[in-house]
Protein backbone atom coordinates (compact mmCIF):
# COMPACT_ATOMS: atom_id res chain seq x y z
CA UNK A 1 0.00 0.00 0.00
CA UNK A 2 1.15 3.78 -0.58
CA UNK A 3 2.35 5.81 2.33
CA UNK A 4 1.16 9.16 2.27
CA UNK A 5 2.70 12.58 3.86
CA UNK A 6 -0.30 14.91 4.34
CA UNK A 7 0.41 18.72 5.13
CA UNK A 8 -1.61 21.10 5.51
CA UNK A 9 -0.97 25.01 4.73
CA UNK A 10 1.68 23.10 2.33
CA UNK A 11 1.50 25.92 -0.44
CA UNK A 12 4.05 29.01 1.26
CA UNK A 13 6.06 28.97 4.14
CA UNK A 14 7.28 26.12 6.49
CA UNK A 15 4.58 24.55 5.16
CA UNK A 16 5.86 24.60 1.27
CA UNK A 17 9.36 24.21 2.36
CA UNK A 18 8.04 20.79 4.31
CA UNK A 19 6.75 19.40 1.24
CA UNK A 20 9.95 19.99 -0.39
CA UNK A 21 11.76 18.30 2.18
CA UNK A 22 9.33 15.59 2.73
CA UNK A 23 9.12 15.25 -1.42
CA UNK A 24 13.21 14.95 -1.54
CA UNK A 25 13.22 12.10 0.60
CA UNK A 26 10.72 10.67 -1.60
CA UNK A 27 7.35 10.89 0.01
CA UNK A 28 4.13 10.29 -1.68
CA UNK A 29 2.42 13.46 -0.48
CA UNK A 30 -1.25 15.04 0.16
CA UNK A 31 -1.68 18.73 0.21
CA UNK A 32 -4.52 20.85 2.34
CA UNK A 33 -5.32 24.21 1.56
CA UNK A 34 -8.07 26.64 0.85
CA UNK A 35 -5.28 27.74 -2.51
CA UNK A 36 -6.19 25.03 -5.51
CA UNK A 37 -4.29 26.60 -7.85
CA UNK A 38 -1.25 26.86 -5.67
CA UNK A 39 -1.61 23.42 -5.04
CA UNK A 40 -2.16 22.26 -8.55
CA UNK A 41 1.17 24.51 -9.02
CA UNK A 42 3.02 22.80 -6.85
CA UNK A 43 2.13 18.86 -7.87
CA UNK A 44 3.35 19.89 -11.34
CA UNK A 45 6.55 20.84 -10.16
CA UNK A 46 7.10 18.25 -8.49
CA UNK A 47 5.99 15.74 -11.34
CA UNK A 48 8.32 17.20 -13.24
CA UNK A 49 11.53 16.34 -11.04
CA UNK A 50 10.30 13.27 -9.39
CA UNK A 51 8.21 11.62 -11.42
CA UNK A 52 6.36 8.72 -10.15
CA UNK A 53 5.86 10.70 -7.21
CA UNK A 54 2.12 10.84 -6.56
CA UNK A 55 0.84 14.37 -5.19
CA UNK A 56 -2.91 14.33 -3.91
CA UNK A 57 -4.34 18.08 -3.76
CA UNK A 58 -7.37 17.96 -1.64
CA UNK A 59 -8.92 21.84 -1.28
CA UNK A 60 -9.96 22.78 2.29
CA UNK A 61 -11.19 25.33 4.79
CA UNK A 62 -9.57 23.63 8.14
CA UNK A 63 -11.63 27.10 9.83
CA UNK A 64 -15.19 26.00 8.96
CA UNK A 65 -16.71 23.75 11.93
CA UNK A 66 -16.52 20.39 10.18
CA UNK A 67 -13.85 20.35 7.61
CA UNK A 68 -11.28 18.59 9.68
CA UNK A 69 -13.61 15.57 9.88
CA UNK A 70 -14.39 16.23 6.22
CA UNK A 71 -11.11 16.09 5.25
CA UNK A 72 -9.88 13.20 7.65
CA UNK A 73 -12.85 11.21 5.52
CA UNK A 74 -11.28 11.94 2.12
CA UNK A 75 -7.97 10.01 3.83
CA UNK A 76 -9.50 6.75 4.48
CA UNK A 77 -8.70 5.13 1.55
CA UNK A 78 -5.31 6.44 1.43
CA UNK A 79 -2.68 5.26 4.37
CA UNK A 80 -1.26 8.33 5.62
CA UNK A 81 1.84 7.55 7.72
CA UNK A 82 2.74 11.51 8.89
CA UNK A 83 0.47 14.19 9.40
CA UNK A 84 2.24 17.63 9.44
CA UNK A 85 -0.47 20.32 10.87
CA UNK A 86 1.26 23.58 9.59
CA UNK A 87 -1.96 25.40 8.69
CA UNK A 88 -2.18 28.43 10.83
CA UNK A 89 -3.20 32.43 11.02
CA UNK A 90 -2.61 35.26 13.00
CA UNK A 91 -4.59 38.50 13.49
CA UNK A 92 -3.16 42.09 12.82
CA UNK A 93 -1.38 43.25 15.82
CA UNK A 94 -3.15 44.78 18.60
CA UNK A 95 -5.07 44.40 21.82
CA UNK A 96 -7.21 41.82 22.09
CA UNK A 97 -10.12 43.80 22.59
CA UNK A 98 -9.83 45.21 19.31
CA UNK A 99 -10.36 42.64 17.70
CA UNK A 100 -13.38 41.38 16.65
CA UNK A 101 -14.71 38.26 17.86
CA UNK A 102 -15.84 36.35 14.65
CA UNK A 103 -11.95 37.13 13.76
CA UNK A 104 -10.77 35.32 17.28
CA UNK A 105 -12.94 32.77 16.87
CA UNK A 106 -12.01 31.72 13.00
CA UNK A 107 -8.26 31.40 14.03
CA UNK A 108 -8.98 29.46 17.06
CA UNK A 109 -11.05 27.13 14.90
CA UNK A 110 -8.04 26.86 12.58
CA UNK A 111 -4.89 27.16 14.92
CA UNK A 112 -6.15 25.31 17.82
CA UNK A 113 -9.48 23.20 16.76
CA UNK A 114 -8.33 21.97 13.73
CA UNK A 115 -5.51 20.58 15.12
CA UNK A 116 -6.86 18.73 17.59
CA UNK A 117 -9.47 17.39 15.66
CA UNK A 118 -6.76 15.67 12.88
CA UNK A 119 -4.23 14.76 15.81
CA UNK A 120 -6.90 12.70 17.35
CA UNK A 121 -8.65 11.53 14.37
CA UNK A 122 -5.59 10.43 12.27
CA UNK A 123 -3.77 9.73 15.84
CA UNK A 124 -6.13 6.66 15.98
CA UNK A 125 -5.86 5.47 12.96
CA UNK A 126 -2.28 5.18 13.23
CA UNK A 127 -2.10 3.56 17.15
CA UNK A 128 -4.14 1.25 15.55
CA UNK A 129 -1.48 0.44 12.98
CA UNK A 130 1.20 0.96 15.70
CA UNK A 131 2.98 3.38 13.29
CA UNK A 132 3.51 7.04 12.33
CA UNK A 133 4.36 10.07 13.04
CA UNK A 134 2.69 13.39 13.77
CA UNK A 135 3.93 17.24 13.21
CA UNK A 136 3.16 19.57 14.84
CA UNK A 137 3.76 23.45 13.79
CA UNK A 138 3.79 25.52 17.02
CA UNK A 139 6.12 28.24 18.06
CA UNK A 140 8.33 30.33 20.28
CA UNK A 141 5.55 32.45 20.86
CA UNK A 142 4.09 29.18 22.52
CA UNK A 143 6.80 29.68 25.73
CA UNK A 144 5.52 32.86 27.05
CA UNK A 145 2.93 35.54 27.06
CA UNK A 146 2.74 37.68 23.42
CA UNK A 147 1.15 40.89 24.35
CA UNK A 148 -0.34 42.49 21.16
CA UNK A 149 -0.43 39.35 19.52
CA UNK A 150 -2.13 37.63 22.70
CA UNK A 151 -4.37 35.30 20.93
CA UNK A 152 -1.47 33.43 18.52
CA UNK A 153 1.34 33.09 21.33
CA UNK A 154 -2.26 31.61 23.25
CA UNK A 155 -3.20 29.26 20.27
CA UNK A 156 0.41 27.92 19.97
CA UNK A 157 0.83 27.75 23.29
CA UNK A 158 -2.30 25.15 23.37
CA UNK A 159 -0.84 23.43 20.19
CA UNK A 160 2.78 22.85 21.93
CA UNK A 161 1.20 21.56 25.19
CA UNK A 162 -1.13 19.38 23.08
CA UNK A 163 1.44 17.61 21.65
CA UNK A 164 4.00 17.05 24.68
CA UNK A 165 0.64 14.94 26.04
CA UNK A 166 0.03 13.32 22.92
CA UNK A 167 3.23 12.44 22.64
CA UNK A 168 3.42 10.49 26.14
CA UNK A 169 0.08 8.83 24.76
CA UNK A 170 1.40 7.95 21.85
CA UNK A 171 4.92 6.69 22.58
CA UNK A 172 3.54 3.29 23.43
CA UNK A 173 1.97 2.90 20.41
CA UNK A 174 4.53 3.66 17.83
CA UNK A 175 3.65 6.75 17.29
CA UNK A 176 6.00 9.82 17.25
CA UNK A 177 4.15 13.37 18.22
CA UNK A 178 6.66 16.20 17.73
CA UNK A 179 6.36 19.79 18.05
CA UNK A 180 8.06 22.51 15.63
CA UNK A 181 8.68 25.82 17.82
CA UNK A 182 10.50 27.88 14.92
CA UNK A 183 11.33 31.68 15.93
CA UNK A 184 11.26 34.72 13.51
CA UNK A 185 11.38 32.42 10.03
CA UNK A 186 11.59 34.63 6.67
CA UNK A 187 7.93 33.35 5.36
CA UNK A 188 4.91 35.43 4.41
CA UNK A 189 3.26 35.53 7.84
CA UNK A 190 4.61 39.10 8.47
CA UNK A 191 1.86 40.73 6.46
CA UNK A 192 3.21 44.65 7.27
CA UNK A 193 6.76 43.62 6.25
CA UNK A 194 9.76 41.74 8.21
CA UNK A 195 10.50 42.55 12.14
CA UNK A 196 12.62 45.29 12.87
CA UNK A 197 15.19 42.57 14.90
CA UNK A 198 18.46 43.16 14.70
CA UNK A 199 20.08 40.09 13.71
CA UNK A 200 23.18 39.96 17.04
CA UNK A 201 19.93 39.79 19.10
CA UNK A 202 17.46 37.46 17.10
CA UNK A 203 18.31 36.04 13.54
CA UNK A 204 15.48 35.39 11.05
CA UNK A 205 15.87 32.04 9.54
CA UNK A 206 14.68 30.10 6.28
CA UNK A 207 11.85 28.03 5.68
CA UNK A 208 14.31 25.47 4.36
CA UNK A 209 16.58 25.35 7.67
CA UNK A 210 13.64 25.03 9.56
CA UNK A 211 12.12 21.99 7.68
CA UNK A 212 15.06 20.38 7.89
CA UNK A 213 15.60 20.46 11.69
CA UNK A 214 12.12 19.45 11.69
CA UNK A 215 11.98 16.15 9.48
CA UNK A 216 15.58 15.51 11.48
CA UNK A 217 13.61 15.79 14.90
CA UNK A 218 10.17 14.00 13.71
CA UNK A 219 12.10 10.74 12.42
CA UNK A 220 14.11 11.05 15.46
CA UNK A 221 10.31 11.20 17.94
CA UNK A 222 12.03 14.22 19.68
CA UNK A 223 9.52 16.14 22.13
CA UNK A 224 9.69 19.60 20.48
CA UNK A 225 12.34 21.11 17.91
CA UNK A 226 13.34 24.68 18.16
CA UNK A 227 15.35 24.19 14.91
CA UNK A 228 17.93 27.35 15.75
CA UNK A 229 20.24 27.48 18.24
CA UNK A 230 19.94 31.14 18.72
CA UNK A 231 16.16 30.95 18.86
CA UNK A 232 16.48 27.69 21.12
CA UNK A 233 18.53 29.84 23.67
CA UNK A 234 16.40 32.55 24.34
CA UNK A 235 13.69 30.15 24.79
CA UNK A 236 15.36 28.16 27.72
CA UNK A 237 16.84 31.50 29.31
CA UNK A 238 13.34 33.03 29.86
CA UNK A 239 12.01 30.11 31.03
CA UNK A 240 14.59 30.82 33.92
CA UNK A 241 12.85 34.27 34.84
CA UNK A 242 9.96 35.29 36.83
CA UNK A 243 6.75 34.91 34.13
CA UNK A 244 5.80 38.69 35.42
CA UNK A 245 9.15 40.03 34.58
CA UNK A 246 9.03 38.09 30.60
CA UNK A 247 5.94 39.20 30.17
CA UNK A 248 6.75 42.74 30.58
CA UNK A 249 9.47 42.74 28.59
CA UNK A 250 7.94 41.02 26.33
CA UNK A 251 4.93 43.55 26.10
CA UNK A 252 8.05 46.30 25.65
CA UNK A 253 8.96 44.53 22.43
CA UNK A 254 5.24 44.27 21.28
CA UNK A 255 5.00 47.65 21.95
CA UNK A 256 7.84 48.87 19.60
CA UNK A 257 7.58 45.90 17.43
CA UNK A 258 4.22 46.86 16.41
CA UNK A 259 4.23 50.98 16.92
CA UNK A 260 1.06 50.12 19.37
CA UNK A 261 -0.52 53.44 20.82
CA UNK A 262 -3.18 53.13 23.51
CA UNK A 263 -6.70 55.32 22.50
Known sequence: MTEYTLITGATSGIGYALAKEFAGRGHHLILASRNLARMEEIKRDFAARRPGQEVVCLQTDLSLHDAPEELFDRCRD??????????????????????????????????????????????????????GYILNVASTAAFQPMPFTALYGASKAFVLSLSE????????????VTALCPGLTDTGLFKGGKPNVPGWIYKMVSPELTARCAVEAMYRKKLYVVPYFQHWLIVHVARFLPRSAVARVMRHIGKVRHKVRFI
Open 165 to 176: AMHLELEDCGVG
Open 78 to 131: LAVTVLVNNAGVVLETGRQIDHGLQDSMGMLRLNCTAVMKLCTLFGKAMCARRS
